[in-house]
């Protein structure tokens, strides 16, 4: 079955402790990107990768990284997260040419006290 | 100006009704424009996707693009309560294929 997955699906955490959410699609996209998505304010790109060992920036990518040393993988590390990335994060991927139409992971749910 | 724009509603209908979704722009040289559904609790999926002026239709879902007036739409014909859900407007802008910007979303409530 086509998908993006993603892991965790909740997490609860403390403020400074570094996490890593990880993203993985079985589809052979070259195009992988991450959102966040908070009320009032819609879905919003952190980061984006048109390909492997290329990433660039989105709208909100401040308190994050990422890194695409495989094609499947797309991680999202918070190095020292904030109560205000308390957020729905979303994975999703596409071919690389088709940016629009995307496919996207469950969603995780992180809260950071 | 935000990016693209949206009513947040909700849009109510009754059953059967045609729904209309409404979408601005604010970059004149964007060229690819997208429709994603997504139910409360669930991720958004892609339903409609539109690259040229005018209509397209695919079952009860029409997408309409006037990029003169920076404008994109969405018909949902025969409304189901199943269509229940937030429909979320995205854009690729002229000077960044990478980049899909989304709008904050129209909530739609069909009522049987």
């Known amino acids: 079955e086509a998908q993006v997955t993603q892991n965790p699906r909740y997490l609860i955490t403390v403020t400074g402790k570094k996490l890593t959410v990880t993203c993985s699609q079985n589809?052979?996209?070259?195009?992988m990107s991450w959102y966040r998505q908070d009320p009032g304010l819609g879905l919003r790109q952190i980061y984006y990768?048109?390909?492997?060992?290329?990433?660039d920036k989105g709208d909100v990518p401040e308190g994050y990284k990422v890194s695409r040393k495989e094609k499947r993988n797309f991680p999202l590390i918070l190095e020292s997260p904030s109560p205000n990335q308390t957020s729905l994060y979303f994975c999703?991927?596409?071919?690389?040419?088709?940016?629009?139409?995307?496919?996207f992971g469950p969603g995780t749910r992180l809260t950071v006290t | 100006q935000k990016e693209v724009e949206q009513n947040s509603g909700p849009l109510s209908v009754p059953e059967g009704a045609i729904a209309s979704l409404n979408c601005t722009y604010s970059?004149?040289?964007?060229?690819?424009f997208f429709w994603y559904r997504q139910y409360s609790g669930k991720s958004p999926e892609l339903i409609m996707f539109?690259?040229?002026?005018g209509d397209k239709e695919d079952g009860r879902f029409t997408a309409q693009l006037n990029k003169a007036s920076q404008y994109v739409s969405l018909l949902i014909r025969d409304s189901q309560p199943s269509d229940s859900a937030t429909y979320l407007c995205?854009?690729?802008?002229?000077?960044?294929?990478?980049?899909?910007?989304f709008g904050q979303g129209t909530t739609l409530q069909v009522k049987p």
């Open positions: 999703a991927s596409s071919v690389w040419d088709r940016a629009g139409e995307q496919y």
């Open positions: 589809m052979n996209h070259e195009y």
């Open positions: 990768s048109m390909n492997v060992e290329v990433t």
């Open positions: 970059d004149r040289g964007s060229q690819s």
């Open positions: 539109i690259y040229s002026n």
């Open positions: 995205a854009v690729i802008g002229s000077s960044n294929t990478g980049k899909l910007i």
